[in-house]
Each structure stands twice: as C-alpha cells, then as structure tokens.
C-alpha cells in the first residue's frame, strides 16, 4: 500500500507531562531578531508598530532584542526613524555592503563606517550567508568567506569593540542532494532555492573551514556565529570551535528542531557551554511571538518528550521530527537567556 508523503501525518497517541510556557523563568534578550528589510521586504515598516511588537514581546517575558539586517547609510537611518524612542530595549546591527570589496577604498570605507557604528553607540555588525551563496565576484565564482579582501571588515569591527554577528552557511542538508534521503526533503519542496548542492556552491566542508579560517585569524573580533555555529548537526565540532576560539560564541536561533532531537548531547552542551550560547529565535516583526517563543522556552527548560518544536505547517517546521526538552538548571538558564548576551552588549 502506498501513500503520498505529504497524506501520511500520523498523530502521536504517546501521553506524557506536558508543561506550556508562555512566561520563561528569568527575562529574555532575543539577539536573533529582523525587524527591517532582510525579511519583511523594502515595505517593512508598514508591516507592524514597534512600540507594539515590543510590548507583545514582553508579554512573553523578552526584554530586549537584537534587530540583524543588512542596512547602511540611508537604509540604516530609515530603520531607525522605524525603531526611534526604543533606544534601550532595541539594538539594530546593522552592516556594510560587502558586495564593493573588489573596489578601490572598499577598506577605508568600512573602517569609517566601523568607526562610526561604535562612536554612535552600536554593539555589534550584521553579517549573512550572502557572502559565500549569493554574491559573485568579478571572474563569476561565489566569494570566499577568508578572502583577505575582507579581512577589514572583521578586522575594523574587533577594533572598534563591535561584536560581529554571523550566519554562514545553512543545514547540512541543503548541501546534499534532493532526494528521497534528504532530511529535509520536505522544506525544500516547499524552498527548493535552498537547495546549494549542485555544482558552482561551496561545499558545507568549505564553509567550515572558511569559518574556521576567520576564527583562527581574527582573534581580537568577538563572533556570535547564528543558528548554533553553522552545524547544530555536529556539537562534537561545535564544541571544538568553542575550545579552540575563546572569541567565539554561538546564537540558537531557528535551531531548536536541530538540537531537540538530540536531548542528551544537546543537554551536556549547554551545561558545559552555558557562558557562551545565546538565546535567539529568528523572530520577525509582526509574527505571534506565541507561534515561537512558547517552543524555546519548553525546549529549554522542561523535561517534556516528544512535542513540536514549532506549529505544525508553519514556516519553522523544517523536518519531519519531533524534539525532547533539556530541562536547564537556573544558572545555566540565567545565562542563555540573559546574562551572556548583557555581557556581549556591554549593558553591564
Ligand atoms: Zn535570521
């Protein structure tokens, strides 16, 4: 007998505690947040009212937040006229546009900008996976990621106290073939320019390494690399990036359905790392933070098994699994949640 994939959607009879968290137990900062064009599009700020989105936010127990994006000169004044008077609850990273790093002056040019980013007050920079999946240099090839033509950019951010925030790379997965033994066969389905497997792409190897690579050569730079150091699928090698770089740190960002399937090393992780992983949630203004921040908070702080780790349908739901919680002791909680990300954005 055979079934349609997407018909099969069997429901767990399975019955265990279930605890629903809409409060966590101590405040939150959220470092992995967009609330301008990166994902709401050039429209964005008739998408949702700042002041709102950040009184729902602290319904649910978030206190402040980081707003990534890729913004500069005009555009970074833009969102901040969206995001005035929220000085103290709102950091915007904003970026530099790597895409000249080719051109004449490209190095003076973002140390001015990094210059001026920490005289008017910010934490950190923006950077995306664009570099090294969507940007092409003047032969036509992607950009290497230890270009030492970008080497300033990390360079001027450490030298400037500017912490630099980092998605490279994506899951595994969408580095392998989409096929029927993809783990998220599903998503790229739905997101099939997800798909970096075919030829022209760096390999998911080479993004390690290139990360790597700027780790190792910008020691005097503070990285907070996203979605738990590029490689939830792998703690071993993310806690050898974290032994080997004390300059580094790791967001969890949108990866709670990576480290929630694997509840045992997940849990020893966060324990042995607790001072240098960091709440984050991928949230996007104008979203019910009920649809994310209720799943983390479970995730992190109850022993509950087996349950979603985002709706069911929704966006986040990335691969077909279900995730178990890690049950943190206080302390460690007080740090993920709070206390490290103080530390990194100096609100001390
Ligand atoms: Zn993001």
Known sequence: ??????????????????????????????????????????????????????????????????????????????????????????????????????????????????????RAGYRGVKLWKNITLY?????????????????????????????????????????????????????????????????????????????????SRHPGTVFVIAHCGSCSEDLGYVSGLLDRFPNLYVDIAARINGLGRQPYAARRFFLRYADRVLFGTDFIAGQDPAELYPYYYRFLETFDEYFDYAPPGSENSMGRWKIYGIGLPDDALRLVYRDNARRLLKLE
């Open 135 to 215: 940007l092409k240099d003047s032969q036509g090839g992607h950009i290497r990621l230890d270009d030492p033509k970008l080497a300033c950019v990390f360079d001027a951010a450490g030298e400037n106290g500017l912490v630099v925030l980092i998605h490279i790379a994506d899951p595994k997965a969408f580095f392998t073939p989409f096929d029927g033994r993809n783990e998220y066969y599903e998503c790229l389905v739905e997101s099939p320019e997800w798909d970096f497997s075919g030829p022209g792409h760096f390999s998911f190897r080479e993004h390690m390494e290139m990360q790597e690579a700027v780790l």
């Open 1 to 118: 007998m055979d079934l349609r994939l997407s018909e099969y959607q069997p429901v767990s009879q399975l019955v265990t505690p279930v605890h629903e968290i809409h409060v966590p137990r101590f405040p939150v900062i959220d470092v992995h947040t967009h609330f301008g064009p990166m994902v709401l599009g050039p429209e964005y700020e008739k998408e949702y009212d700042t002041e709102q989105v950040l009184g729902n936010l602290a319904r649910f127990g978030v206190e402040q937040v980081c707003n990534l994006e890729l913004v500069w000169d005009g555009e970074l004044e833009r969102m901040n006229r969206k995001t005035a008077g929220q000085e103290g609850r709102l950091f915007t990273f904003p970026s530099v546009d790597v895409s000249r790093y080719e051109e004449p002056g490209f190095e003076d040019g973002v140390r001015r900008s990094m210059a001026a980013y920490a």
